[in-house]
């Protein structure tokens, strides 16, 4: 196959059931597909001599529609032998990789044996994308018009109550028209191509994935875009709901998730905690500004702070 350097020429075009290469006067330049250093150090154990790598494209993944290949990763190290010789040592691995359409790496594993490879391998998707391999190097070409579906690379945090704010990483997400936990549209903003935040759904329940919609679809489900909804605290009652204004009255607060209590508070003025369990906490109040002055009691776990509601009502006497 012709080629301009590093520049594919050709789109694919099928005609019945043949599949034909024709020129691309507007093909876009090639996308390097590697393992970067970090990657390639934590495969090999080993960096003295800097990483050298080989990378042959193998076409691409049929679920999440990356480019996917096989990457020879070597170093040498050199150290002193016997008598003052010297000798090097020579680290080497094959890994499996996946990486995005932007040729950021998703993913890569050792591979147990030496793959099958193809030096001079040219591949095109349904879209019109290309993958070549040249000079023990490989390539992506992105067809014309074709435009990725984003990539989410990670949430954080990755289990919280809803309402929380989530901070998403990835790539792709400029021109995002929506997200959404699981079935459930959140509110987002987009802080670059890399990264947005998104507001966990007040409703959610349970394990689910974060999707980003673009121009170019929805991001491919992965493992690392699951989110947990965790159970925030739920103040239910107060016995008595009120006490005198210098404080110290013994306050049994009822409710759901309490456990692990790490602050209860009166209206900001946090109370002394004396004991804490699933559905209770006793607390002895603290000093209130006045009476007459109702606060919102508030118990905080490691799980969230409990939203205010009438139930938590408190009146200073």
Same mark, same amino acid.
């Given at each position: @196959?012709?080629?301009?350097? !590093?520049?594919?020429?050709?789109?694919?075009? +099928?005609?019945?059931s043949?599949?034909?290469?024709?020129?691309?006067? #507007?093909?876009?330049?090639? $996308?390097?597909?590697? +393992?970067?250093?970090?990657? #390639?150090? #934590?495969? !090999?154990?080993?960096s003295?001599?800097? $990483?050298?790598?080989?990378?042959?494209?193998?076409?691409?993944?049929?679920?999440?529609?990356?480019?996917?290949?096989?990457?020879?990763?070597?170093?040498?190290?050199?150290?002193?032998?016997?008598?003052?010789?010297?000798? *090097?040592? %020579?680290?080497?691995?094959?890994?499996?990789?996946t990486?995005?359409?932007?040729?950021?790496?998703?993913?890569?594993?050792? !591979?147990? =044996?030496?793959?099958?490879?193809?030096?001079?391998?040219?591949?095109?998707? =349904?879209?019109?994308?290309? /993958?070549?391999?040249?000079?023990?190097?490989?390539?992506?070409v992105?067809?014309?018009?074709?435009?990725?579906?984003?990539?989410?690379?990670?949430?954080?945090?990755?289990?919280?109550?809803?309402?929380?704010?989530?901070?998403?990483?990835?790539?792709?997400?400029t021109?995002?028209?929506?997200?959404?936990?699981?079935?459930t549209?959140t509110?987002?903003?987009?802080?670059?191509d890399? *990264? @947005?935040?998104?507001t #966990?759904?007040a409703?959610?329940?349970g394990?689910?994935?974060?999707? /980003?919609?673009?121009?170019?679809?929805?991001?491919?489900?992965?493992?690392?875009?699951?989110?947990t909804? %965790?159970?925030?605290?739920?103040?239910?009652?107060?016995?008595?709901?009120?006490? *005198? =204004?210098?404080?110290?009255?013994?306050?049994? $607060?009822? &409710?759901?998730?309490?456990a692990?209590? *790490?602050?209860?508070?009166? &209206?900001?003025?946090?109370?002394t $905690?004396?004991?804490?369990?699933p %559905? %209770? /906490?006793?607390v002895a109040?603290?000093?209130?500004?006045?009476?007459?002055?109702?606060?919102?009691?508030?118990v905080?776990?490691?799980?969230?702070?409990?939203?205010?509601?009438p139930?938590?009502?408190?009146?200073?006497?």
């Open positions: @196959m012709v080629r301009r350097v !590093l520049v594919s020429a050709f789109v694919a075009v +099928v005609v019945g043949s599949l034909f290469a024709t020129a691309d006067p #507007a093909a876009a330049m090639p $996308i390097s597909l590697t +393992v970067p250093q970090g990657a #390639a150090f #934590a495969v !090999l154990g080993h003295c001599g800097g $990483i050298q790598e080989k990378s042959y494209a193998t076409g691409f993944a049929p679920v999440t529609g990356w480019p996917v290949g096989d990457v020879y990763l070597s170093t040498r190290c050199g150290g002193s032998g016997r008598g003052g010789g010297y000798h *090097t040592t %020579t680290y080497s691995a094959w890994v499996g990789a990486w995005d359409f932007t040729g950021a790496l998703v993913s890569d594993s050792q !591979l147990g =044996a030496v793959p099958l490879v193809d030096p001079t391998l040219v591949a095109f998707d =349904a879209h019109g994308n290309e /993958v070549f391999n040249q000079s023990n190097s490989a390539f992506l992105l067809g014309a018009g074709f435009v990725a579906p984003a990539r989410v690379a990670g949430v954080s945090p990755a289990a919280a109550p809803g309402k929380t704010a989530v901070t998403i990483t990835g790539t792709g997400f021109g995002t028209t929506s997200v959404w936990f699981g079935p549209p509110h987002f903003t987009v802080l670059s890399s *990264t @947005m935040l998104a #966990a759904p409703t959610g329940t394990t689910v994935n974060v999707r /980003v919609v673009n121009g170019g679809g929805v991001s491919p489900k992965v493992q690392a875009d699951q989110f909804f %965790t159970l925030a605290p739920n103040v239910t009652g107060l016995s008595p709901n009120e006490g *005198t =204004a210098d404080g110290g009255t013994s306050v049994t $607060i009822t &409710g759901l998730n309490l692990n209590a *790490t602050s209860v508070q009166f &209206g900001g003025l946090s109370a $905690i004396t004991s804490d369990g %559905t %209770t /906490v006793t109040s603290p000093a209130g500004p006045d009476s007459g002055v109702v606060v919102d009691v508030t905080t776990t490691p799980l969230g702070t409990s939203a205010l509601r139930s938590d009502r408190y009146t200073y006497t």
